[in-house]
């Protein structure tokens, strides 16, 4: 928990200074709401049982809750974050932080703005929480769904096969090409010369040069489509440039996210094994963020169909907590799992009133304190205690203490004792914390 809350805090704090509001959604929702957004993901849905009422489901992510309340409230604008578990019956991959209950961290900015600027914001975010978290070398693949379907367009996949072909081409970064392939082409049964077109492409990633060459390609430029999504590609590279981090940023061709409701740019990041670890038993934790453009969505709950044009991002935080305590275990790093600051002891027996009245006072001072449960515990215990939760200073309360109206105050790792004054035991304990 220790670890999480840091992580958690650094994530919350990201998303405050880029002036998001937070918000909460139920744990469940309409089955409804949910089971029309992920057809794919049906059978990963947990319902939960028919009371002779309305239908509901666990939610299965953030987003769409997020856009079922937009479109409630008639929002046209909304900068939120929230952080949530949701529910997926998915096979769990310990090792890899995945699990069926998990935390996800959202950050969405929904309205009408000038293209490409939020999904820059988008972007910088997940640079910003990425490096902060000192995971290591990271990519961030950026690809748009409309060069997606172009692609599927010029090389002949026939359109209600869009979404699934685009789930298949979404394994490519667990996948070979050539199990993509197969699969596209034996289990979904396209055409073997439409797979090989779509390969073609699948496999280019590259910068703004890539972006222009596409732009030029005489097959993918008879789709309009595609060369919306290159044109706006083109100034979201420009305002990464900008913001300093265009190097993190790689446009794929093989990222699809399998997502239905994706629009737009979408992206997804991965992290980097750097040389040194390559010897070592690789991680293969996959991508920790991701994310992408929206448009449609809102429109689907608005009974009147009103768009919200809407772009985020979700940071994988169980995968990231994977990480670091892995990471905390290799190199020994021990964490303290309490925060107390002051352990209130007696070397003698029938010191429990004084050890209360003494305690009460520390707390309501606000300094966190602690002391054993026994009528009469031995000092060596105490002293143990202290030392294996590692909490800093100990206050030593007696007979000759209280005789003089004085207090020994004990810093546990240094074992250096000094007497002090029975009223200024809190001043003194406040100075030497801050």
């Avoid at 993901?41 to 947990?46: A, D």
């Avoid at 590279?237 to 913001?243: A, C, G, I, V, W």
């Avoid at 305590?325 to 790093?333: C, I």
Wanted: net charge negative; hydrophobic share 40%.
């Amino acid at each position: 928990m220790v670890v999480r809350e840091k992580i958690l805090e650094k994530i919350i704090g990201c998303f405050k200074r880029h002036g998001a509001r937070g918000l909460d959604t139920p744990a469940f929702e309409l089955t409804e709401t949910l089971t029309e957004k992920y057809e794919d993901t049906f059978g990963l849905m947990y319902d939960l049982k028919d009371q002779g009422g309305e239908l509901l489901s666990l939610r299965y992510d953030l987003t769409v809750p997020f856009a079922r309340y937009l479109a409630m409230n008639k929002l046209k604008k909304m900068k939120r974050y929230q952080v949530g578990k949701v529910w997926r019956r998915e096979s769990p991959a310990l090792v890899q932080g995945r699990y069926r209950e998990f935390c996800q961290c959202d950050f969405d900015i929904a309205g009408e703005f000038d293209p490409m600027i939020p999904d820059a914001e988008c972007l910088k975010i997940m640079c910003e929480i990425l490096s902060g978290l000192q995971l290591g070398d990271f990519l961030i693949k950026v690809n748009d769904r409309r060069i997606v379907d172009g692609i599927f367009a010029v090389c002949g996949v026939p359109e209600d096969r869009f979404r699934t072909i685009c789930s298949s081409m979404d394994k490519l970064d667990k996948m070979s090409w050539e199990d993509v392939r197969h699969e596209m082409v034996a289990e979904k049964g396209l055409a073997p010369e439409v797979a090989d077109g779509i390969g073609e492409y699948a496999q280019c990633h590259g910068g703004i040069s890539l972006i222009e060459e596409l732009s030029k390609d005489p097959r993918l430029s008879q789709s309009q489509l595609a060369l919306q999504g290159l044109g706006d590609l083109k100034l979201l590279f420009e305002y990464l440039t900008l913001f300093g981090i265009a190097e993190k940023i790689s446009f794929d061709l093989s990222l699809a996210r399998g997502l239905d409701y994706y629009t737009g740019v979408i992206y997804e990041a991965v992290l980097l094994q750097s040389p040194g670890q390559a010897g070592k038993e690789a991680l293969n934790v996959g991508s920790v963020a991701a994310g992408g453009r929206y448009d449609g969505l809102v429109a689907q709950f608005d009974p009147k169909g009103h768009r919200v044009p809407c772009v985020g991002l979700s940071i994988g935080v169980e995968r990231i907590f994977c990480l670091v305590e892995q990471k905390m275990k290799a190199s020994g790093e021990k964490v303290r799992t309490t925060e107390t600051q002051v352990f209130v002891a007696t070397p003698q027996q029938n010191f429990l009133r004084e050890r209360l009245k003494l305690i009460a006072e520390l707390w309501d001072a606000g300094i966190k304190a602690e002391m054993l449960y026994k009528n009469n515990p031995k000092l060596l215990t105490q002293l143990h205690y202290c030392e294996k939760t590692d909490i800093p200073l100990m206050v030593i309360i007696g007979e000759q203490e209280q005789r003089e109206g004085v207090i020994k105050l004990r810093s546990v790792a240094s074992r250096e004792e000094v007497i002090i004054n029975r009223e200024s035991l809190v001043a003194e304990i406040q100075k030497r914390l801050s």
